[in-house]
Antibody, heavy 120, light 110 residues
Framework: EVQLVESGGGLVQPGGSLRLSCAAS????????MHWVRQAPGKGLVWVST????????KYVDSVEGRFTVSRDNTKNTLFLQMDSLRADDTAVYYC?????????????WGHGTLVTVSA | QSALTQPPSASGSPGQSVTISCTGG?????????VAWYQQYPGKAPKLIIY???KRPSGVPARFSGSKSGDTASLTLSGLQAEDEADYYC??????????FGTGTRVSVL
């Protein structure tokens, strides 16, 4: 059974940093692109970042480019999101998401999410 | 990249059909046949229900269907059921493995 379990969320002051983790199980982690998607309270979904299976390629939404860094440890089946220079508008639930291989747009498994609150 | 445009709400009675639109442009929905739809209940993670415009993952009922015409994709819920009351989001692939989501539509079953 595919499982994605996020951790590392919490309260952080503006300008601070936080590192999210996502523990993956039930599939060959290194075979899959992975994504981070966020959702501000009461708002819609926003794609944040992606990383290739072997970690050699990364992409970001413009609003986090230069502040967030996605990485992975395939020996520990874990995805990371290092978030620096955090702002109030980064407050959201952050979901770890697997990019399926059935098609070209199937983000097929989602974690339960971890809440990041940026506030003084 | 701006969010794809969806109507804020849609509704129907049990057994009826509801169609939700998702409008983008020539660099996303209009360019790629890589539109997906997600269902999200309050406080829960989204669930994939349609991918690549009109494909259904295993276990998703056939009453969920997708289509696309030009820059607009659509999700149709046929034979509406009480359990279909949820938020629905579209998404489109962009170049270089990036994605953009729609603004979301809340479906109510009257």
């Amino acid at each position: 059974e595919v499982q994605l379990v996020e951790s590392g969320g919490g309260l952080v002051q503006p300008g601070g940093s936080l590192r999210l983790s996502c523990a993956a199980s039930g599939f060959t982690f290194s075979d899959y692109w992975m994504h981070w998607v966020r959702q501000a309270p009461g708002k819609g979904l926003v794609w944040v970042s992606t990383i290739k299976g072997d970690g050699t390629g990364t992409k970001y939404v413009d609003s986090v480019e230069g502040r967030f860094t996605v990485s992975r440890d395939n020996t520990k089946n874990t995805l990371f999101l290092q978030m620096d220079s955090l702002r109030a508008d980064d407050t959201a639930v952050y979901y770890c998401v697997r990019d399926g291989i059935a098609g070209f747009s199937d983000l097929d498994y989602w974690g339960h999410g971890t809440l990041v609150t940026v506030s003084a | 990249q701006s969010a794809l445009t969806q109507p804020p709400s849609a509704s129907g009675s049990p057994g009826q059909s509801v169609t939700i639109s998702c409008t983008g442009g020539s660099s996303d929905v209009g360019l790629y046949n890589y539109v997906a739809w997600y269902q999200q209940y309050p406080g829960k993670a989204p669930k994939l229900i349609i991918y690549d415009v009109n494909k259904r993952p295993s276990g998703v009922p056939a009453r969920f269907s997708g289509s696309k015409s030009g820059d607009t994709a659509s999700l149709t819920l046929s034979g509406l059921q009480a359990e279909d009351e949820a938020d629905y989001y579209c998404t489109s692939y962009l170049a270089y493995n990036k994605y953009v989501f729609g603004t979301g539509t809340r479906v109510s079953v009257l």
